[in-house]
Protein backbone atom coordinates (compact mmCIF):
# COMPACT_ATOMS: atom_id res chain seq x y z
CA UNK A 1 0.00 0.00 0.00
CA UNK A 2 2.92 2.57 0.23
CA UNK A 3 3.25 2.22 -3.14
CA UNK A 4 0.31 4.89 -3.35
CA UNK A 5 1.76 7.52 -0.82
CA UNK A 6 3.10 10.96 -2.99
CA UNK A 7 6.47 10.79 -2.12
CA UNK A 8 10.58 10.23 -3.47
CA UNK A 9 9.91 6.93 -4.47
CA UNK A 10 6.74 7.27 -5.89
CA UNK A 11 7.28 10.24 -8.37
CA UNK A 12 7.37 8.14 -11.66
CA UNK A 13 3.46 6.64 -10.10
CA UNK A 14 1.92 9.97 -9.53
CA UNK A 15 3.83 11.44 -12.89
CA UNK A 16 1.80 8.26 -14.74
CA UNK A 17 -1.49 7.81 -12.76
CA UNK A 18 -2.24 11.75 -13.27
CA UNK A 19 -1.29 11.88 -16.93
CA UNK A 20 -3.76 8.95 -17.26
CA UNK A 21 -6.25 10.73 -15.58
CA UNK A 22 -5.51 14.25 -17.04
CA UNK A 23 -5.45 12.29 -20.77
CA UNK A 24 -9.30 10.77 -19.97
CA UNK A 25 -10.45 14.40 -18.75
CA UNK A 26 -8.65 16.13 -22.40
CA UNK A 27 -10.31 13.53 -24.41
CA UNK A 28 -13.88 14.07 -22.84
CA UNK A 29 -13.73 17.73 -22.90
CA UNK A 30 -12.43 17.75 -26.72
CA UNK A 31 -15.18 14.99 -27.50
CA UNK A 32 -18.29 17.19 -25.58
CA UNK A 33 -20.91 17.94 -27.59
CA UNK A 34 -23.56 18.85 -24.98
CA UNK A 35 -22.97 20.51 -21.47
CA UNK A 36 -25.13 17.34 -20.04
CA UNK A 37 -26.32 13.99 -21.40
CA UNK A 38 -29.62 14.60 -19.52
CA UNK A 39 -29.13 11.35 -17.14
CA UNK A 40 -31.79 11.00 -14.43
CA UNK A 41 -30.84 10.68 -11.05
CA UNK A 42 -32.94 7.39 -10.85
CA UNK A 43 -30.97 6.25 -13.58
CA UNK A 44 -27.72 7.65 -12.10
CA UNK A 45 -28.06 6.14 -8.38
CA UNK A 46 -28.26 2.31 -8.98
CA UNK A 47 -25.05 2.89 -10.77
CA UNK A 48 -23.40 4.47 -7.42
CA UNK A 49 -25.58 2.29 -5.19
CA UNK A 50 -23.39 -1.13 -7.27
CA UNK A 51 -20.15 0.27 -6.43
CA UNK A 52 -18.80 -1.73 -3.19
CA UNK A 53 -16.57 0.79 -1.51
CA UNK A 54 -14.75 -2.44 0.87
CA UNK A 55 -13.58 -4.03 -2.56
CA UNK A 56 -11.01 -1.45 -4.33
CA UNK A 57 -10.11 -1.82 -7.62
CA UNK A 58 -6.09 -1.18 -7.30
CA UNK A 59 -5.45 -0.76 -10.40
CA UNK A 60 -5.98 3.32 -12.03
CA UNK A 61 -6.82 2.44 -15.33
CA UNK A 62 -10.05 0.33 -14.23
CA UNK A 63 -11.10 3.15 -11.39
CA UNK A 64 -11.00 5.52 -14.43
CA UNK A 65 -12.90 3.46 -16.32
CA UNK A 66 -15.10 3.16 -13.30
CA UNK A 67 -15.86 6.72 -12.89
CA UNK A 68 -15.89 7.54 -16.39
CA UNK A 69 -19.60 5.45 -15.89
CA UNK A 70 -20.26 7.48 -12.57
CA UNK A 71 -19.26 10.97 -13.12
CA UNK A 72 -17.43 11.66 -15.77
CA UNK A 73 -19.81 10.76 -18.50
CA UNK A 74 -22.54 12.49 -17.26
CA UNK A 75 -21.47 15.82 -15.04
CA UNK A 76 -22.40 18.84 -16.30
CA UNK A 77 -19.96 20.61 -18.48
CA UNK A 78 -19.08 24.59 -17.89
CA UNK A 79 -16.63 24.74 -20.47
CA UNK A 80 -19.38 24.15 -23.07
CA UNK A 81 -20.62 27.47 -25.21
CA UNK A 82 -24.39 26.18 -24.56
CA UNK A 83 -24.27 25.94 -20.60
CA UNK A 84 -25.87 29.19 -19.77
CA UNK A 85 -27.22 28.22 -15.67
CA UNK A 86 -25.69 29.56 -12.66
CA UNK A 87 -22.90 31.67 -11.21
CA UNK A 88 -20.21 29.12 -12.55
CA UNK A 89 -17.76 29.56 -14.84
CA UNK A 90 -15.52 27.72 -17.16
CA UNK A 91 -12.09 27.51 -15.62
CA UNK A 92 -8.44 28.57 -17.22
CA UNK A 93 -5.79 26.44 -17.68
CA UNK A 94 -3.01 28.35 -15.31
CA UNK A 95 -5.73 27.71 -12.37
CA UNK A 96 -6.09 24.39 -12.89
CA UNK A 97 -2.21 24.24 -13.10
CA UNK A 98 -2.39 25.56 -10.43
CA UNK A 99 -5.01 23.38 -8.64
CA UNK A 100 -2.35 20.60 -9.64
CA UNK A 101 0.24 21.71 -7.72
CA UNK A 102 -1.68 23.06 -4.40
CA UNK A 103 -2.97 19.42 -4.07
CA UNK A 104 0.32 17.53 -4.04
CA UNK A 105 2.33 19.96 -2.17
CA UNK A 106 -0.70 20.03 -0.19
CA UNK A 107 -0.17 23.28 1.77
CA UNK A 108 -2.02 23.97 4.23
CA UNK A 109 -2.25 28.19 4.87
CA UNK A 110 -2.99 27.92 8.38
CA UNK A 111 0.37 28.43 9.99
CA UNK A 112 3.65 29.60 8.14
CA UNK A 113 5.15 26.21 9.05
CA UNK A 114 2.46 24.37 7.34
CA UNK A 115 3.11 26.86 4.17
CA UNK A 116 6.13 28.87 3.91
CA UNK A 117 5.98 30.41 0.56
CA UNK A 118 1.85 29.64 0.47
CA UNK A 119 1.21 32.07 2.91
CA UNK A 120 3.66 35.26 1.30
CA UNK A 121 1.87 34.37 -1.93
CA UNK A 122 -1.67 34.27 -0.36
CA UNK A 123 -0.69 37.97 1.38
CA UNK A 124 0.34 39.42 -1.50
CA UNK A 125 -3.07 38.46 -3.78
CA UNK A 126 -4.81 39.97 -1.07
CA UNK A 127 -2.98 43.08 -1.47
CA UNK A 128 -3.10 43.34 -5.06
CA UNK A 129 -7.08 42.78 -4.61
CA UNK A 130 -7.09 45.47 -1.90
CA UNK A 131 -4.87 47.46 -3.95
CA UNK A 132 -7.46 46.84 -6.96
CA UNK A 133 -10.61 48.18 -4.70
CA UNK A 134 -8.94 51.17 -3.29
CA UNK A 135 -9.04 49.90 0.52
CA UNK A 136 -6.43 52.07 1.23
CA UNK A 137 -2.93 51.45 3.41
CA UNK A 138 -4.23 49.62 6.41
CA UNK A 139 -6.13 47.07 4.57
CA UNK A 140 -6.09 43.33 4.84
CA UNK A 141 -8.23 40.24 3.97
CA UNK A 142 -8.06 36.40 3.80
CA UNK A 143 -8.86 33.72 1.12
CA UNK A 144 -11.75 31.59 2.16
CA UNK A 145 -13.76 28.88 0.79
CA UNK A 146 -16.57 31.10 -1.17
CA UNK A 147 -18.53 33.84 -0.96
CA UNK A 148 -20.82 32.75 1.79
CA UNK A 149 -18.04 32.25 4.10
CA UNK A 150 -16.47 35.99 3.09
CA UNK A 151 -20.21 37.26 3.99
CA UNK A 152 -20.39 35.51 7.43
CA UNK A 153 -16.87 36.68 8.30
CA UNK A 154 -17.47 40.14 6.93
CA UNK A 155 -20.92 40.21 9.27
CA UNK A 156 -19.50 39.05 11.95
CA UNK A 157 -16.54 41.49 12.36
CA UNK A 158 -19.62 44.07 11.43
CA UNK A 159 -21.31 42.83 14.88
CA UNK A 160 -18.48 43.02 16.86
CA UNK A 161 -17.76 46.60 16.01
CA UNK A 162 -21.39 47.85 16.33
CA UNK A 163 -21.66 49.33 19.34
CA UNK A 164 -24.22 47.00 21.26
CA UNK A 165 -23.92 44.57 23.86
CA UNK A 166 -27.87 43.46 23.16
CA UNK A 167 -27.60 41.18 19.89
CA UNK A 168 -31.50 41.67 19.76
CA UNK A 169 -31.18 45.24 18.73
CA UNK A 170 -28.82 44.65 15.91
CA UNK A 171 -29.83 45.34 12.34
CA UNK A 172 -28.54 44.26 8.85
CA UNK A 173 -29.91 46.08 6.01
CA UNK A 174 -29.79 44.68 2.28
CA UNK A 175 -31.98 44.43 -0.63
CA UNK A 176 -34.62 42.35 -1.28
CA UNK A 177 -32.71 40.68 -4.36
CA UNK A 178 -29.14 40.37 -1.98
CA UNK A 179 -27.93 37.21 -1.54
CA UNK A 180 -29.38 34.30 1.07
CA UNK A 181 -26.27 34.05 2.66
CA UNK A 182 -27.06 37.34 4.48
CA UNK A 183 -29.96 35.80 5.95
CA UNK A 184 -27.80 32.94 7.23
CA UNK A 185 -25.05 34.38 8.55
CA UNK A 186 -26.84 36.58 10.74
CA UNK A 187 -29.09 33.57 11.98
CA UNK A 188 -25.74 32.21 12.79
CA UNK A 189 -24.36 35.51 14.66
CA UNK A 190 -27.07 34.88 16.47
CA UNK A 191 -28.85 37.79 15.63
CA UNK A 192 -32.67 38.15 15.81
CA UNK A 193 -35.25 36.35 13.20
CA UNK A 194 -35.92 40.32 12.23
CA UNK A 195 -32.71 41.37 12.12
CA UNK A 196 -31.92 41.79 8.35
CA UNK A 197 -34.71 44.58 6.82
CA UNK A 198 -35.32 44.06 3.44
CA UNK A 199 -35.10 47.53 1.37
CA UNK A 200 -36.79 47.35 -1.90
CA UNK A 201 -35.17 47.99 -5.60
CA UNK A 202 -36.10 50.11 -8.34
CA UNK A 203 -36.92 48.86 -11.29
CA UNK A 204 -33.21 48.28 -12.58
CA UNK A 205 -32.97 45.71 -9.55
CA UNK A 206 -30.76 48.12 -7.78
CA UNK A 207 -31.08 48.93 -4.26
CA UNK A 208 -33.64 51.99 -3.67
CA UNK A 209 -31.63 54.72 -1.53
CA UNK A 210 -34.16 56.33 -0.44
CA UNK A 211 -35.77 53.29 1.13
CA UNK A 212 -32.32 52.65 2.73
CA UNK A 213 -32.43 56.14 4.56
CA UNK A 214 -35.68 55.78 5.71
CA UNK A 215 -35.01 52.17 7.13
CA UNK A 216 -32.05 53.66 8.88
CA UNK A 217 -34.03 56.53 10.35
CA UNK A 218 -36.37 54.06 11.70
CA UNK A 219 -34.31 51.72 12.81
CA UNK A 220 -32.54 54.81 15.01
CA UNK A 221 -35.90 56.03 16.14
CA UNK A 222 -36.74 52.63 17.21
CA UNK A 223 -33.68 52.62 19.53
CA UNK A 224 -32.15 49.78 17.32
CA UNK A 225 -28.54 49.51 16.11
CA UNK A 226 -27.70 49.68 12.65
CA UNK A 227 -24.98 47.12 12.23
CA UNK A 228 -24.06 46.38 8.70
CA UNK A 229 -25.42 47.96 5.49
CA UNK A 230 -24.62 45.03 2.31
CA UNK A 231 -24.55 46.64 -0.76
CA UNK A 232 -24.37 43.90 -3.71
CA UNK A 233 -22.42 44.56 -6.55
CA UNK A 234 -23.73 42.09 -8.89
CA UNK A 235 -26.72 40.46 -7.29
CA UNK A 236 -27.51 36.70 -8.12
CA UNK A 237 -30.10 36.93 -10.58
CA UNK A 238 -29.75 40.51 -12.34
CA UNK A 239 -25.92 40.96 -11.80
CA UNK A 240 -27.22 44.51 -10.82
CA UNK A 241 -24.99 47.04 -8.67
CA UNK A 242 -26.96 48.59 -5.60
CA UNK A 243 -25.32 52.68 -6.24
CA UNK A 244 -22.34 52.31 -3.88
CA UNK A 245 -21.13 56.05 -3.69
CA UNK A 246 -24.88 56.64 -2.41
CA UNK A 247 -24.83 53.93 0.14
CA UNK A 248 -21.19 54.78 1.36
CA UNK A 249 -22.71 58.35 2.01
CA UNK A 250 -25.62 56.78 4.24
CA UNK A 251 -23.05 54.53 6.35
CA UNK A 252 -21.02 57.69 7.38
CA UNK A 253 -24.04 59.52 8.28
CA UNK A 254 -25.27 56.30 10.28
CA UNK A 255 -21.77 55.15 11.68
CA UNK A 256 -22.26 51.92 10.10
CA UNK A 257 -20.32 49.30 8.42
CA UNK A 258 -20.59 49.23 4.70
CA UNK A 259 -19.85 45.65 3.16
CA UNK A 260 -19.95 45.32 -0.74
CA UNK A 261 -20.80 41.43 -1.93
CA UNK A 262 -19.02 41.64 -4.55
CA UNK A 263 -19.02 37.69 -5.09
CA UNK A 264 -20.15 38.01 -8.61
CA UNK A 265 -19.40 41.85 -9.53
CA UNK A 266 -15.59 41.53 -8.38
CA UNK A 267 -14.70 40.79 -12.51
CA UNK A 268 -15.05 44.53 -12.69
CA UNK A 269 -12.00 44.76 -10.56
CA UNK A 270 -9.45 43.67 -13.53
CA UNK A 271 -12.66 44.79 -16.43
CA UNK A 272 -10.53 47.23 -19.44
CA UNK A 273 -13.85 48.66 -19.77
CA UNK A 274 -16.13 48.49 -17.42
CA UNK A 275 -14.66 49.25 -13.99
CA UNK A 276 -16.54 52.54 -13.19
CA UNK A 277 -19.32 50.09 -12.82
CA UNK A 278 -18.78 49.86 -9.33
CA UNK A 279 -17.24 52.62 -8.13
CA UNK A 280 -17.66 53.39 -4.50
CA UNK A 281 -16.84 49.65 -3.78
CA UNK A 282 -13.44 51.75 -2.33
CA UNK A 283 -15.37 52.96 0.85
CA UNK A 284 -16.55 49.41 2.11
CA UNK A 285 -15.35 48.36 5.10
CA UNK A 286 -15.27 45.01 3.65
CA UNK A 287 -15.60 43.18 0.75
CA UNK A 288 -16.76 39.64 -0.80
CA UNK A 289 -14.57 38.70 -3.87
CA UNK A 290 -15.53 34.96 -5.60
CA UNK A 291 -12.12 34.47 -8.17
CA UNK A 292 -14.84 31.56 -8.40
CA UNK A 293 -17.54 33.08 -10.21
CA UNK A 294 -15.93 36.14 -12.70
CA UNK A 295 -11.92 35.24 -12.13
CA UNK A 296 -12.47 32.03 -14.18
CA UNK A 297 -10.84 29.96 -11.34
CA UNK A 298 -11.86 26.74 -10.07
CA UNK A 299 -13.83 26.09 -6.84
CA UNK A 300 -13.22 27.00 -4.56
CA UNK A 301 -11.29 30.26 -4.55
CA UNK A 302 -13.03 33.77 -2.82
CA UNK A 303 -12.06 36.40 -0.20
CA UNK A 304 -12.94 38.86 2.06
CA UNK A 305 -11.02 42.09 2.79
CA UNK A 306 -11.66 44.56 5.10
CA UNK A 307 -10.14 48.43 5.23
CA UNK A 308 -8.76 48.07 8.58
CA UNK A 309 -6.30 44.80 9.29
CA UNK A 310 -6.77 45.21 12.91
CA UNK A 311 -10.92 44.32 12.71
CA UNK A 312 -9.65 40.52 11.65
CA UNK A 313 -8.71 40.25 14.99
CA UNK A 314 -12.11 39.47 16.02
CA UNK A 315 -11.64 35.89 14.29
CA UNK A 316 -8.16 35.85 15.92
CA UNK A 317 -7.84 32.70 18.81
CA UNK A 318 -4.21 31.05 19.81
CA UNK A 319 -3.52 27.54 20.45
CA UNK A 320 -0.18 26.49 22.13
CA UNK A 321 -0.21 23.91 19.61
CA UNK A 322 -0.95 25.82 16.59
CA UNK A 323 -0.74 29.68 16.88
CA UNK A 324 0.59 31.04 20.33
CA UNK A 325 0.39 34.07 20.94
CA UNK A 326 4.50 34.87 21.28
CA UNK A 327 4.64 33.96 17.25
CA UNK A 328 2.75 37.56 16.89
CA UNK A 329 5.69 38.97 18.43
CA UNK A 330 8.04 36.97 16.54
CA UNK A 331 6.31 38.57 13.46
CA UNK A 332 5.64 35.24 12.24
CA UNK A 333 2.58 35.32 9.69
CA UNK A 334 -0.12 33.31 10.61
CA UNK A 335 -2.72 33.66 8.16
CA UNK A 336 -5.28 30.71 10.66
CA UNK A 337 -5.14 34.41 13.36
CA UNK A 338 -7.70 35.89 10.32
CA UNK A 339 -9.57 33.12 9.59
CA UNK A 340 -12.73 31.15 10.43
CA UNK A 341 -10.96 28.01 8.78
CA UNK A 342 -8.34 25.98 10.43
CA UNK A 343 -6.23 23.46 8.40
CA UNK A 344 -7.11 25.84 4.64
CA UNK A 345 -6.53 25.24 0.76
CA UNK A 346 -3.71 27.05 -0.74
CA UNK A 347 -6.72 28.46 -3.74
CA UNK A 348 -4.60 31.40 -3.96
CA UNK A 349 -2.07 29.77 -6.30
CA UNK A 350 -4.92 29.32 -8.81
CA UNK A 351 -4.87 32.98 -8.72
CA UNK A 352 -1.48 33.82 -8.37
CA UNK A 353 -0.69 31.52 -11.83
CA UNK A 354 -3.11 32.84 -13.62
CA UNK A 355 -2.12 36.39 -12.87
CA UNK A 356 1.42 35.16 -14.06
CA UNK A 357 0.40 33.50 -16.96
CA UNK A 358 -2.25 35.84 -18.37
CA UNK A 359 -1.91 39.00 -16.30
CA UNK A 360 -5.07 40.90 -15.06
CA UNK A 361 -5.82 42.23 -18.53
CA UNK A 362 -6.61 38.98 -19.57
CA UNK A 363 -8.99 37.77 -17.09
CA UNK A 364 -10.60 41.09 -17.10
CA UNK A 365 -10.76 41.08 -21.17
CA UNK A 366 -12.50 37.38 -20.53
CA UNK A 367 -15.38 39.27 -18.31
CA UNK A 368 -15.27 42.52 -20.27
CA UNK A 369 -16.25 40.17 -23.64
CA UNK A 370 -19.10 38.14 -21.37
CA UNK A 371 -20.92 41.53 -20.50
CA UNK A 372 -20.59 42.71 -24.03
CA UNK A 373 -21.99 39.26 -24.82
CA UNK A 374 -24.85 39.82 -22.38
CA UNK A 375 -25.65 43.54 -24.41
CA UNK A 376 -25.59 41.63 -27.38
CA UNK A 377 -28.67 38.93 -25.75
CA UNK A 378 -30.96 42.00 -24.59
CA UNK A 379 -31.24 43.56 -27.62
CA UNK A 380 -31.82 39.55 -29.35
CA UNK A 381 -34.87 39.22 -26.31
CA UNK A 382 -36.08 42.97 -26.46
CA UNK A 383 -36.40 42.27 -30.38
CA UNK A 384 -38.07 38.85 -30.02
CA UNK A 385 -41.85 38.85 -29.28
CA UNK A 386 -41.86 35.62 -27.91
CA UNK A 387 -40.30 36.95 -25.10
CA UNK A 388 -40.27 39.34 -21.91
CA UNK A 389 -37.05 40.35 -20.57
CA UNK A 390 -36.75 41.96 -16.89
CA UNK A 391 -33.43 44.34 -16.65
CA UNK A 392 -30.78 45.55 -19.18
CA UNK A 393 -27.60 44.18 -18.21
CA UNK A 394 -24.87 45.43 -16.04
CA UNK A 395 -22.79 41.90 -15.78
CA UNK A 396 -23.88 39.12 -17.56
CA UNK A 397 -26.86 37.73 -16.65
CA UNK A 398 -30.68 37.94 -18.65
CA UNK A 399 -33.48 37.14 -16.94
CA UNK A 400 -37.00 36.65 -19.63
CA UNK A 401 -39.64 34.34 -20.12
CA UNK A 402 -41.34 33.32 -23.05
CA UNK A 403 -44.82 34.62 -23.35
CA UNK A 404 -46.63 32.53 -26.19
CA UNK A 405 -49.06 34.97 -28.53
CA UNK A 406 -52.29 33.43 -27.88
CA UNK A 407 -52.01 32.48 -23.37
CA UNK A 408 -52.63 35.32 -21.48
CA UNK A 409 -53.21 33.23 -18.53
CA UNK A 410 -50.56 34.10 -16.47
CA UNK A 411 -49.82 30.93 -14.33
CA UNK A 412 -50.63 28.77 -17.63
CA UNK A 413 -47.51 30.70 -18.73
CA UNK A 414 -45.39 29.75 -15.62
CA UNK A 415 -46.23 26.52 -16.42
CA UNK A 416 -44.80 26.23 -20.16
CA UNK A 417 -41.68 28.64 -18.71
CA UNK A 418 -41.09 25.72 -15.69
CA UNK A 419 -41.63 23.31 -18.43
CA UNK A 420 -39.11 23.98 -21.24
CA UNK A 421 -36.61 24.47 -18.69
CA UNK A 422 -36.95 20.96 -17.65
CA UNK A 423 -37.21 19.63 -20.80
CA UNK A 424 -34.30 21.74 -21.89
CA UNK A 425 -32.30 20.19 -18.89
CA UNK A 426 -33.51 16.59 -19.82
CA UNK A 427 -32.54 17.17 -23.56
CA UNK A 428 -28.90 18.00 -22.73
CA UNK A 429 -29.09 20.81 -25.47
CA UNK A 430 -28.45 23.45 -22.89
CA UNK A 431 -28.79 24.39 -19.28
CA UNK A 432 -30.19 27.48 -18.02
CA UNK A 433 -31.44 29.05 -15.08
CA UNK A 434 -34.48 29.71 -13.72
CA UNK A 435 -36.02 32.71 -11.11
CA UNK A 436 -38.89 34.20 -9.61
CA UNK A 437 -39.71 38.17 -11.09
CA UNK A 438 -42.98 39.52 -9.10
CA UNK A 439 -44.13 36.17 -7.67
CA UNK A 440 -43.64 34.95 -11.56
CA UNK A 441 -41.16 32.08 -13.23
CA UNK A 442 -38.74 33.44 -15.23
CA UNK A 443 -35.31 31.99 -17.19
CA UNK A 444 -31.81 33.29 -17.04
CA UNK A 445 -28.65 33.24 -18.74
CA UNK A 446 -25.82 33.85 -17.02
CA UNK A 447 -23.38 34.17 -19.55
CA UNK A 448 -19.57 33.48 -18.14
CA UNK A 449 -18.32 31.73 -21.28
CA UNK A 450 -16.51 33.91 -23.95
CA UNK A 451 -16.94 31.38 -25.89
CA UNK A 452 -21.00 31.20 -26.21
CA UNK A 453 -22.06 33.34 -29.35
CA UNK A 454 -24.94 34.98 -30.24
CA UNK A 455 -26.09 32.36 -32.40
CA UNK A 456 -25.81 30.02 -29.55
CA UNK A 457 -27.89 32.13 -27.12
CA UNK A 458 -30.63 32.35 -30.42
CA UNK A 459 -30.68 28.56 -30.92
CA UNK A 460 -31.09 28.13 -27.05
CA UNK A 461 -34.12 30.73 -27.01
CA UNK A 462 -35.72 28.81 -30.41
CA UNK A 463 -35.34 25.49 -28.27
CA UNK A 464 -36.68 27.05 -25.18
CA UNK A 465 -39.73 28.44 -27.59
CA UNK A 466 -40.26 25.15 -29.08
CA UNK A 467 -40.59 23.07 -25.49
CA UNK A 468 -42.95 25.59 -24.20
CA UNK A 469 -45.15 25.42 -27.30
CA UNK A 470 -44.72 21.73 -26.92
CA UNK A 471 -46.62 22.07 -23.74
CA UNK A 472 -49.03 24.43 -24.80
CA UNK A 473 -49.88 22.08 -27.46
CA UNK A 474 -50.37 19.30 -25.57
CA UNK A 475 -52.03 21.09 -22.34
CA UNK A 476 -54.73 21.66 -25.51
CA UNK A 477 -55.14 18.40 -26.69
CA UNK A 478 -55.33 16.97 -23.06
CA UNK A 479 -58.36 19.72 -22.33
CA UNK A 480 -59.98 18.86 -25.55
C1 LIG B 1 -24.08 37.91 -4.80
C2 LIG B 1 -23.63 36.60 -4.22
N1 LIG B 1 -23.11 36.57 -2.98
C3 LIG B 1 -22.71 35.42 -2.40
C4 LIG B 1 -22.81 34.23 -3.07
C5 LIG B 1 -22.37 32.96 -2.40
O1 LIG B 1 -21.18 32.54 -2.93
P1 LIG B 1 -20.66 31.03 -2.80
O2 LIG B 1 -21.62 30.20 -3.61
O3 LIG B 1 -19.29 31.08 -3.34
O4 LIG B 1 -20.70 30.66 -1.35
C6 LIG B 1 -23.35 34.19 -4.36
C7 LIG B 1 -23.49 32.92 -5.08
O5 LIG B 1 -24.06 32.84 -6.14
C8 LIG B 1 -23.76 35.41 -4.95
O6 LIG B 1 -24.28 35.45 -6.18
Redesign the pocket.
Known sequence: MRSHLLNDTTAERYRSSVTEGIERVAAKLATTDRPFTGVTVDALAPRIDAIDLDRPLHDTAAVLDELEDVYLRDAIYFHHPRYLAH?NCPVVIPAVLGEAVLSAVNSSLDTWDQSAGGTLIERKLIDWTTARIGLGPAADGVFTS????S?LQALLLAREEAKTDTLAKLRIFASEVS?F?VKKSAKLLGLSPDSVVSVPVDQDKRMQTLALAHELERCKKAGLVPMAVVA?A???DFGSIDPLPEIAELCEQYNTWMHV?A??GCGLLASLKYRDRIDGIERADSV?V?Y??SFFQPVSS?AVLVRDAATLRHATYHAEYLNPRRMVQERIPNQVDKSLQTTRRFDALKLWMTLRTMGADGIGQLFDEVCDLAAEGWQLLAADPRFDVVVQPTLSTLVFRYIPAAVTDPAEIDRANLYARKALFASGDAVVAGTKVDGRHYLKFTLLNPETTAADMAAVLDLIAGHAEQYLGETVVRAS
Request: glycine share 16%.
Open positions: LGGTQNHSTGTTDAYTDHKS
